[in-house]
């Protein structure tokens, strides 16, 4: 057999399987990480293993809690064994009837093998506000390098200290 041909078929496995087993490519959809991450932007993320240390800052593709099909990408805010509070809002009647919105201090203690994930745009993102603290088990891959568009490349790290 032809050695070029071995070696690229060799070089070509080598490729697949690290790209299978450590890494995946991402195209991100929605606007609940903007500006950090935009509609269409392709990156790459590191597959989430037994080895893989969580941090607060990391941002993670997820399987969506609702619906196994779909992953949603989410910034990691709090750990197992922490305590996150947010302002929420809620309705109000008054005594003549008139719908009002007031707002509370909510606050909430992540159990342990979860994390508490939100999106960089609170306005517009769905997560652990909404649905609570995520199992462990449904975080997929880290966000390591937004790849497209090229102006935008930029190698993503933990935002904070090892927890």
């Known amino acids: 057999m032809n050695k070029s041909l071995v070696y690229g078929l060799g070089t070509g496995f080598i490729a697949y399987v690290i790209t299978d087993t450590f890494f995946e490519f991402l195209t991100f959809f929605g606007p609940s990480m903007e500006p950090t ?16 240390k969580l941090r607060r800052g990391d941002i993670v593709t997820v399987t969506a809690h609702d619906n196994p099909s779909q992953r949603i990408c989410k910034r990691i805010i709090a750990l197992e064994g922490e305590r996150v509070s947010y302002i929420s809002s809620v309705p109000i009647v008054d005594d003549e009837d008139n719908l009002g919105t007031d707002f509370v201090t909510v606050r909430r203690f992540v159990p342990r093998g979860h994390v508490w994930l939100e999106g960089d745009n609170s306005a517009h993102s769905l997560d652990s506000r909404q649905y609570g603290p995520i199992p462990l088990g449904l975080v997929r891959s880290r966000v390591i390098i937004k790849l497209l568009p090229m102006r935008d490349f930029r190698w993503f790290q933990s935002t904070s200290e090892d927890a």
């Open 37 to 52: 991450i935009r509609e269409r932007d392709i990156g790459v993320g590191e597959k989430i293993t037994s080895f893989a």
